[in-house]
């Protein structure tokens, strides 16, 4: 069952990802932009939480690339929230 959460968790971000870049593309609203990017790297955070937990298993840990890359995302988006309110 919960890998059945992890993948459906990462189907979520990627779709996210698509919609607010697609967004983007056509409004070119800066916003969307900077939450598409935060949406990739909570992708990319997903599909290593699925790796790391059902494929790998326990002999490889890589809770701190996966945490990484999450804190890599959610810093994009304050800095773009930052940067445009200026």
Known sequence: ???AVYILCALTSVA???LLL???S???QRLLLWSG???VAL???NVLLFVDLVLIGPETDLSL???SL???GVATLLYGLIWDSQ
């Open 26 to 28: 056509r409004s070119g």
């Open 22 to 24: 697609r967004g983007y």
């Open 65 to 67: 690339l996966r945490i």
């Open 1 to 3: 069952m919960a890998e």
């Open 37 to 39: 990017l935060c949406f």
């Open 16 to 18: 996210c990802a698509v």
């Open 43 to 45: 992708a990319l955070s």
């Open 70 to 72: 999450a804190l890599l």
